[in-house]
């Protein structure tokens, strides 16, 4: 059975950074697309950024939502099995539970119902 569980949130100030990791189990990460979503209090769950699964390219592919370009960045380690989000500059609207995602497809996308497993979700709280 895969899983995947989140790791890494808390409490930052403005202009602080976390790293988020999400660590997938049951199978191997190289045959996943992982998807990073939040959910802020009193907002629907938005999708933020991804890595896909496609190893015929170089680097694996991904994409971020406009509102973290720039400010976060999506690693992959297959061999730990983990992807991880590396946040910087966070502002008060960063604040929301962070939640991993997994689909056997290559490609990323935004469509929720499109990834089969989730994370319970971590706590991102960005606040002076």
């Known amino acids: 059975q895969v899983q995947v569980v989140e790791s890494g949130g808390g409490l930052v100030q403005p202009g602080g950074s976390l790293r988020l990791s999400c660590s997938l189990s049951g199978d191997t990460l190289n045959y996943w697309t992982i998807g990073w979503f939040r959910q802020a209090p009193g907002k629907e769950r938005e999708a933020v950024h991804c890595?896909?699964?496609?190893?015929?390219?170089?680097?694996?592919?991904?994409y971020a939502d406009d509102s973290v370009k720039g400010r976060f960045t999506i690693s992959r380690d297959n061999a730990k099995n983990t992807v991880d989000l590396q946040m910087n500059s966070l502002n008060p609207e960063d604040t929301a539970v962070y939640y991993c995602?997994?689909?056997?497809?290559?490609?990323?996308?935004?469509?929720?119902?499109?990834?089969?497993?989730w994370g319970q979700g971590t706590q991102v709280t960005v606040s002076a």
């Open positions: 995602a997994a689909r056997r497809p290559s490609m990323c996308t935004t469509q929720q119902d499109l990834y089969r497993y």
């Open positions: 890595s896909t699964r496609d190893s015929k390219l170089a680097d694996y592919e991904d």
